[in-house]
């Protein structure tokens, strides 16, 4: 089955730039959504179709995708930031990744 | 904006069925424009998808869920459900149901989540 592998930890300084991100094999030939989860809340689209903000977003989390790796930036970190990241593509199911913990120095 | 709320039984016995509700607002069950599906969070680990189901009444479940999976909608009430059965204590976790645009994968409206733990 398929299987996307993310970082378990990024640790990254306020204001500087965090990039988190999700391996699979031929993930480039896929739609990649990225959500964020903060302790004790349900997740939260920040990005969809490898590079689309939902409204409401900051236009500092972007999105990229090719070959075996797609990445979610997040630019000019805040303390907000801090949480949990996951990818997901759909593969004849839908698989999320094994999630990253963001945390903000 | 849709707004989903879970609701159902906090504590089920192994072997038993965990049955859950959604309830949907601000938009029609019945509408193209949404898909409805349900995910979960054991505590402290990922998020595992379990199925969803698109307003043809087609229905996709995760492989290693299916022979225990059922979703379906209640177009009388705007709710939909998720029946799991023959529970185990693996299947302790905070179920959250799901919607996003129909014809598409991606979640863009989630419920707060319900804690379901499987005891005796």
């Known amino acids: 089955s398929y299987v996307l592998t993310q970082p378990p930890s990024v640790s990254v300084a306020p204001g500087q730039t965090a990039r988190i991100t999700c391996g699979g094999n031929?993930?480039?030939?896929?739609?990649v959504h990225w959500y964020q989860q903060k302790p004790g809340q349900a997740p939260v689209l920040v990005v969809y179709?490898?590079?689309d903000r939902p409204s409401g977003i900051p236009e500092r989390f972007s999105g990229s995708n090719s070959g075996n790796t797609a990445t979610l930036t997040i630019s000019r970190v805040e303390a907000g930031d801090e949480a949990d990241y996951y990818c997901?593509?759909?593969?004849?199911?839908?698989?999320f990744g094994t999630g990253t913990k963001v945390t903000v120095l | 904006q849709l707004q989903l709320q879970e609701s159902g039984p906090g504590l089920v016995k192994p072997s038993e069925t965990l049955s859950l509700t959604c309830t949907v607002s601000?938009?029609?069950?019945?509408?193209?424009?949404?898909?409805w599906g349900w995910i979960r969070q054991p505590p402290g680990k990922g998020l595992e998808w379990i199925g969803s189901?698109?307003?043809?009444?087609?229905?996709y479940y995760n492989p290693s869920l299916k022979s225990r999976v059922t979703i379906s909608v209640d177009t009388s009430k705007n709710q939909f459900s998720l029946k799991l059965s023959s529970v185990t204590a693996a299947d302790t976790a905070v179920y959250y149901c799901?919607?996003?645009?129909?014809?598409?994968?991606?979640?863009?409206?989630w419920g707060q989540g319900t804690l379901v733990t499987v005891s005796s």
């Open positions: 799901a919607s996003g645009p129909g014809q598409t994968t991606v979640t863009t409206s």
């Open positions: 601000g938009g029609s069950i019945s509408s193209s424009s949404y898909y």
């Open positions: 189901i698109y307003y043809s009444g087609s229905t």
């Open positions: 031929n993930i480039g030939s896929k739609s």
């Open positions: 179709d490898d590079s």
């Open positions: 997901q593509v759909w593969d004849s199911k839908n698989v």
